[in-house]
């Protein structure tokens, strides 16, 4: 029976793109190896990339999920515990080919004939039209569908079905198909960036092949892994008749042939068969895919496509989603959730890879990334799909227990930090095996699903065990510290930041082991309750007892976090704040990640991250955390944060929705959503990026909705992003399905089926029940901006130019002036780039404008002279050129007992506040000649709170420019920005002049 998404609860959608299609028209060679990735199909198990069946297989493929090599990894100095091997997937036989043959001649795709392909969301079916041609300009159409369906029908085997349909537009003559599958192809070449792998290894070795008129199938096996694989072809043809079969070096093939005049056609479907096994000597491997084909050819194409569609028609009642009046946004949430979907690993045995199964990127390898992005997703759309990706990490215990012993620990299990088969993979053990925050991922995921379902048989069968013997990890790498009054402290480990490595108390470690912890303890708890004779079990079989789990309780109410009270903000580790920042301008040209050009030690000298860390932690384990210490800590690691990694964007974003900042919320959903279907990363090519795909629907889910999973309930704050007139999804929980559809007018709650539940809106409890949908009002972000601000603050730092008087004008003629004399084009559009901007960035801007390059010494003079023409209009200044409230204010603020400072990037700054008479007023103001790096870097902020003595928490800093504002965030400051709100929107508040400034609203206590 085929299940209707009702339409109710679907919000309108524009008619093109189309929400539930990708479409490609056009046959274009360099964007062939993208959309393999793009159109790929895969069930968890077995992956095929969106090649096309008449094309060479080139960087097309097919892949298992069971399927890798090892192979020793060399060192010149190997230490204990080091990784002896890594895993690479490999490619395994590829069933999708059918050359065409017009006579004897073969024919290829050509771009100049007609082409055009769809991927189906809903149905999970991929198609094709596409024209062939051969020398003599006779034509053929292609009809090409494909699905890939999650059950076979056989266990332990995966199958792919094809259907090709050929027609003859203008050709009469013999058509020959022959249809092979294809051996021979080694791993892709994975170069030297580490994002993509370094390993590499030839392809199985192929241990027999047959063809004949019943089928063909290859058997292959890796060298070294023991890894077993059969694929097997069989047909079901309409026009056609069998021609022979051919068994080559690397490939069999069935031919089949038919005689075709204009307007008439033929059709081959085609079913491929795969099964593996870890077993060398698995025998019954051909046996079972022989019953797959069996089944398939009795079937058709057509049921197995219905019965796919039917799959997925029962996903989609739960998990859909809409956004109104963005049809591109909706399309590509749908293409991101539908790969996630079919590439996260359902069989319980298999692990869900980086990549999934689209490509060879990472080698296949998984990470954290399965149970800290990908699994949650599950979790609440497909908790059955999250079981099985728990229950291959169980199936990984061994290994991980193997791991820790490599690492030292005697006891718990440590599992990896890139792995296919359990073992560590990871040569660079700084950012590898450091790594324990992996421990804290996994249970975060157990935590999660139990919640979501209420799964108490998994608990007691699975995830217990992992709770235990991962959490007995944690009092191996810390202790009780008497020198932090007896705090639990974490050390030498990395946490997320792969830019910072080996340090202690990892603010994102730390606090997630704290919850691994507690969830250890609660599921310890539990099972004495529930399950009196599995805890017993437990215990005696892992020598497990009351005095480690009263460590483990101990641990965690004592857990050390670092809170920098200078800043106000969460530290990411013990000595990150104490760094330097990154003092190298960002190169010209295409974002690259700082890791492929410096060396990992001149990284970790200096503040600076590669993704979200401490942010990371206040997005899964924030509860408890006051917003404003969040939005503090926001604004500082945004400002040190390259995001060089495609996972970052959308934890950055989820954390902007729930400290208020809209606009930054939003451009990081954005810059992430078309993370694979632009290739913003360009590495699209080697497979999807699963967890960027996940972190776009935690971004709608958990970024603009505030879903939270707290103690056990479901928590949300929805709030609307400024381009949407709504939008809606759809979660499973504990057994219910719930949709929650936002619009301006309000948020709905409905529960579709059910028990009735208890859900957080904005703090407040509601009630659902199935036959009553509640309505509530939006969630207010941040209902009085002026809570952003230091309570009490101590010092308000000041710009100059466009705060307390307005010089812009008297620049932009110095400026002029010098650059007519010098030929140099200059307006006030590239006037406007010179906001906030010291002297010479300024004469940087404009002579990149002008396309000139000039030595030092000739820049020196240009902008001597600029400021010899500023300094002589300057001294026509007086106090009356002050703004409106300027004397108010500072008057106001003394009257506070606050201290002042001048941030000015102005080094004629001190004589013009003694030209406007308020020279005085000020404790200190900045002298910019010291300053090595201008706004929007820190340096001249900090180096303000430094000499009035107040910590950067404790100021408030007012500024007209963009660039300005974005310093006085970096510098971890609250910012109230003068002039236009959407040119000034990081600002904590903006107001449309000085005299709006009421110093009493904002400071007091």
Known sequence: ?????????????????????????????????????????????LGVRGGLEEADGGSDGSFLAAVYEQHPIHYHERFTGFPRHTDTRLPVADGQRIAVFLGDERLRPAPQDAFERELDLRQGRSSRRSVLRNTAGA????????????????????????????????????????????????????????????????????LAREADERGAHVVQATRRSGVRVV??????????????????EERVAQRYGAQLRPGESVTLEKF???????????????????????????????????????????????????????????????????????????????????????????????????EAFMLPVMAYTAPEVARAMLHARFLALEPARRHAREMNHPLGALFPWRTIAGGECSAHYPSGSAAYHINAAVAYGIGLYLDASGDLDFLADFGAEMLFETARIWPQVGHFNPRRGGAFCIHDVTGPDEYTALVDNNFYTNRMAQRHLQRAVAAWEQLGRERPQRQRELAQRLQLGAHEIDIWRRAAESMFLHYDDALGIYAQDDTFLDKPRWPFPPREGEHRPL?????????????????????????????????????????????????????????????????????????????NLRVDLDDLHGNTDHGVHMAA???????????????????????????????WDGYAFGL?????????????????????????????????????????????????????????????????????????????????????????????????????????????????????????????????????????????????????????????????????????????????????????????????????????????????????????????????????AAAGVAAIKSAGMAAIGIGDATTLAQADACLADIAAFDVDAFVSP
């Open 1 to 45: 029976m085929t299940v209707q998404i009702p339409a109710s609860a679907v919000l309108p959608s524009s008619a093109e793109p189309a929400p539930w299609r990708l479409r490609r028209s056009g046959l274009d060679p360099a964007r062939a190896r993208r959309d393999e990735t793009l159109f790929a199909l895969a069930n968890g198990s």
């Open 139 to 206: 034509t053929v159409e292609i009809h090409a569908e494909r699905v890939l369906p999650f059950d076979s029908g056989v266990a332990g085997v995966d199958l792919l079905a094809i259907r090709y349909r050929v027609v003859s537009l203008d050709y009469s003559g013999a058509l020959s198909l022959a249809s092979a599958i294809e051996c021979g192809h080694e791993a892709a070449a994975q170069g030297d960036d580490p994002r993509i792998g370094v390993a590499s290894a030839e392809g199985l070795r192929l």
């Open 231 to 248: 694929a097997r072809q069989a047909h079901r043809a309409d026009g056609l008749r069998f021609d022979g079969a051919d068994v080559g």
């Open 272 to 370: 491929v068969a795969y099964a593996s096994d870890r077993d060398p000597h698995a025998t019954d491997l051909p046996a079972g895919a022989a019953l797959a084909l069996q089944q398939a050819q009795a079937e058709g194409f057509d049921a197995i496509a219905a019965r796919q569609a039917q799959a997925l028609a029962r996903f989609w009642d739960g998990a859909d989603l809409a956004i109104a009046g963005d049809a591109g946004s909706e399309q590509a949430l749908r293409f991101n959730l539908f790969h996630l979907l079919q590439s996260a690993g359902r069989n319980g045995i298999d692990g869900t890879a980086a990549k999934g199964l689209t490509g060879e990127g990472y080698e296949g390898h998984y990470f954290w990334d399965t």
């Open 595 to 671: 890791l492929l050009d410096y060396h990992p030690l001149t990284l970790y000298r200096y503040q600076v991250c590669k993704q979200a860390d401490v942010v990371m932690g206040l997005v899964l384990a924030g509860d408890g955390i006051p917003v404003e210490v969040k939005r503090r800590s926001y604004d500082y690691y945004a400002a040190v944060t390259t995001h060089d990694s495609t996972l970052s964007a959308s934890v950055f974003g989820i954390l902007a929705s729930e400290v208020g900042h809209a606009p930054q919320a939003e451009a990081f959903f954005h810059d």
């Open 693 to 723: 795909l996940a972190g776009t629907w935690l971004g709608l889910a958990s970024g603009f909705a505030g879903l939270r999973a707290v103690d056990g309930a479901l928590h949300f704050a929805p709030t609307l992003p400024q381009r």
């Open 732 to 960: 499973r929980w504990q057994g219910r399905r719930l949709r929650v559809q936002v619009r301006r007018d309000g948020v709905e709650y409905a529960l579709l089926d059910g028990a009735p539940l208890t859900v957080v809106h904005a703090g407040r409890r509601i009630q659902l029940s199935a036959d009553a949908p509640q309505r509530q009002a939006l969630a207010v972000a941040d209902v009085d901006a002026r809570e952003r601000f230091p309570r009490p603050a101590q010092a308000l730092i000041f710009d100059l130019d466009g705060v307390l008087t307005d010089t812009a004008q008297t620049h932009y003629r110095a400026w002029k002036r010098m650059a007519d004399e010098e030929g140099l084009p200059f307006d006030q559009h590239v006037n406007e780039q010179l906001k906030g901007v010291d002297r010479m960035s300024s004469l940087e801007i404009i002579l990149r404008h002008a396309g000139r390059t000039l030595s030092a010494e000739q820049k020196q003079a240009l902008a001597e002279r600029k400021n010899g023409y500023y300094v002589e209009a300057i001294a026509e200044v007086t106090p009356k050129d002050l703004f409106p409230g300027v004397a108010r204010v500072l008057e106001q603020a003394r009257a506070r007992g606050l201290k002042l400072g001048l941030a000015s990037a102005s080094r004629n700054a001190a004589a013009l506040l003694d030209r406007l008479g308020i020279a005085g007023r000020f404790d200190y103001i900045a002298d910019a000649a010291r300053i090595d790096r201008a706004k929007p870097a820190p340096d001249i902020f900090l180096d303000v709170a430094a000499a009035l003595g107040v910590a950067p928490a404790r100021c408030i800093g007012i500024e007209d």
